[in-house]
């Protein structure tokens, strides 16, 4: 999966930035919902960045309906989601391919 530096979420932008990992506080990515952005280690595998986008999406899911999940259901959603995809070859685009 490639990593886009912009993603559409429930009718707003987000910047997607990859960083450096010293500036993540030893984390592997963080959103900011209010401010319609996401960051990225750019230091770790590829995988486990499409994994992190994955995590910071569903935090978003969280905060924009307030669903109030913790953080251990929020981790197992975005690892099912991302090997549910991967295994698959699952993408989506315009062509339905």
Same mark, same amino acid.
């Given at each position: 999966?490639?990593?886009?530096? $912009?993603?559409?979420?429930? #009718?707003?932008?987000?910047?997607?930035?990859?960083?450096?990992?010293?500036?993540?506080? #030893?984390?592997? #990515?963080?959103?900011?919902?209010? /401010?319609?952005?996401?960051?990225?280690?750019?230091?770790?595998?590829?995988?486990? $960045?499409?994994?992190?986008?994955? &995590?910071?999406?569903?935090?978003?899911?969280?905060? &924009?309906?307030?669903? $109030?999940?913790? &953080?251990?259901?929020?981790?197992?959603?975005?690892?099912?989601?991302? /090997?549910? /995809?991967?295994?698959? $070859? /699952?993408?989506?685009?315009?062509? #339905?391919?």
């Amino acid at each position: 999966m490639h990593i886009p530096e $912009k993603i559409k979420f429930l #009718g707003h932008e987000y910047s997607v930035e990859q960083v450096c990992s010293n500036q993540l506080d #030893g984390a592997n #990515g963080e959103s900011w919902y209010k /401010l319609c952005k996401i960051r990225i280690d750019k230091d770790i595998p590829q995988t486990r $960045k499409e994994s992190v986008l994955l &995590h910071e999406i569903v935090e978003c899911i969280d905060a &924009h309906f307030d669903l $109030k999940l913790n &953080h251990t259901a929020i981790e197992c959603l975005e690892e099912a989601l991302y /090997l549910v /995809l991967k295994e698959n $070859k /699952l993408h989506f685009d315009e062509q #339905g391919e």
